[in-house]
């Protein structure tokens, strides 16, 4: 047997044993939805974590959802009417977002914007958070032909990392932002050429369960925009802190205390000096708003027995939760939290792997992992699917059904 992640708080058998989500047991979502593979985004569990920002985080700092996460219609429908603005990666992301016809404040980041994204932002307003020299040139030259003052803010790549982060962004060369000696010279241009200059940007890492590691990546940032500042001799309307908060996916992850996180960083905030006073600052968060909201629901097909190791073959797989397979960025595959479905409230019976159908080994959704007794035509649930699930897999590969996604209100 090996280990699997926690299966988020709150999920509870409905009455007769079986998985319920938002109340009610999951073969009524799936009766709804027609069938499995099916992605249930669960509003309430996402409202709650907003309210839980809302309370631990100083009230002077906004909450972005980052797009990237999960980019389903219904669910960012949703999102708007919860969080401050949207941090999008690209002009698909932005066309999304533009058919939910709200009017809250967006920003594009991420390398390579072509000038057909740069354009839809400077159409539509978005802050442009410039990459590098380069692009900026871009940007002005486009506003210019556009007769379009460039909303923009520099991202900058910070000379430090946040430590123990799933992704590091930060404290190496890299294709994000501008290394941060190279950031006063581009705002002091940008101001020049008659930009709309926001401010900064610094996005050091995701998928953080340490609150120190947050707090002082979140004090670095803080001290750098104060160097940065003096540099340029320019006060930011804006400064976009960031996120990184994580959820525990595997076996021994603990939830961040992200209380902590919002008490230092109110104090932080706090010891600014005046000049900040009417600076608005940003976190962006994607998966710790929306992840553990997901759950993925897939249905036993078939099940075999191969030199004594159970098979469980469903009709889901990597196509769909690439990063359950342990293949997205992950260096040693571990379990995330797997379950039946269809027999929540039952006692473990068995071990088995849970596999996809696809054509590869790497199809393997649980390793050897404790189940109750399981047979063909139970549901199986992939739980913290909620973020990086089907936007982040090759749904395509051996043209399989694609799963269908249920925004459970
Ligand atoms: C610039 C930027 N913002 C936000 C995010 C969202 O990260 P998470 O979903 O871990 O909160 C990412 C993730 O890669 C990112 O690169």
Not at 19 to 44: M, N, Q, S
Not at 92 to 102: C, H, K, M, P, T
Not at 384 to 395: I, N
Request: proline share 6%.
């Amino acid at each position: 047997m090996k280990a699997m992640g926690p299966i988020p708080a709150g999920y509870e058998a409905s009455e007769d044993g079986s998985l319920a989500v938002g109340g009610r047991p999951v073969a009524r979502w799936i009766e709804e939805a027609g069938r499995t593979p099916l992605f249930l985004y669960d509003r309430e569990r996402i409202a709650a974590k907003v309210a839980i920002f809302r309370e631990e985080m100083p009230a002077r700092v906004k909450l972005h959802y980052a797009v990237k996460a999960n980019p389903h219609g219904a669910l960012l429908e949703a999102m708007a009417g919860m969080v401050d603005g949207f941090d999008l990666a690209s002009r698909g992301e932005l066309a999304r977002v533009a058919a939910l016809s709200v009017a809250l404040p967006l920003s594009m980041a991420g390398p390579g914007k072509s000038d057909a994204d740069l354009e839809a932002a400077l159409r539509d307003g978005v802050t442009i958070h410039l990459e590098s020299e380069g692009e900026a040139a871009r940007a002005l030259a486009l506003g210019k032909a556009l007769d379009i003052t460039p909303i923009v803010a520099v991202r900058v790549n910070p000379p430090f990392a946040l430590k123990g982060a799933g992704m590091k962004m930060g404290g190496l060369s890299s294709q994000f932002g501008l290394d941060s000696d190279r950031v006063p010279a581009l705002v002091k241009h940008l101001v020049a050429q008659g930009a709309d200059w926001r401010g900064y940007h610094v996005y050091a890492g995701s998928q953080s369960l340490s609150a120190d590691a947050l707090i002082e990546s979140q004090r670095a940032t803080l001290d750098l925009i104060e160097e940065l500042g003096a540099a340029t001799g320019e006060v930011p309307m804006e400064v976009n802190l960031g996120g990184g908060f994580g959820i525990p996916y595997f076996p021994g992850d603990v939830p961040l205390d992200s209380a902590s996180v919002g008490k230092a960083l109110g104090e932080r905030l706090d010891a600014l000096p005046k000049v900040y006073t009417d600076t608005r600052f940003i976190l962006e968060l994607g998966r710790w708003l929306v992840g553990e909201a997901g759950v993925y629901l897939t249905r036993v097909i078939d099940r075999k027995v191969s030199h004594g190791r159970t098979f469980l073959v469903t009709d889901g797989g990597l196509q769909h939760m690439l990063a359950a397979s342990g293949n997205f960025g992950q260096l040693l595959r571990r379990n995330y939290p797997i379950a039946n479905a269809t027999r929540f409230a039952a006692a473990a019976a068995m071990e088995a792997s849970v596999v996809g159908r696809l054509c590869t080994p790497l199809d393997l959704l649980g390793d050897e992992v404790e189940l109750p007794h399981t047979e063909v035509g139970d549901v199986i649930a992939l739980f913290c699917a909620g973020a990086y699930g089907l936007s982040a897999s090759p749904a395509g590969f051996l043209s399989q059904p694609e799963a269908k996604e249920l925004l459970v209100p």
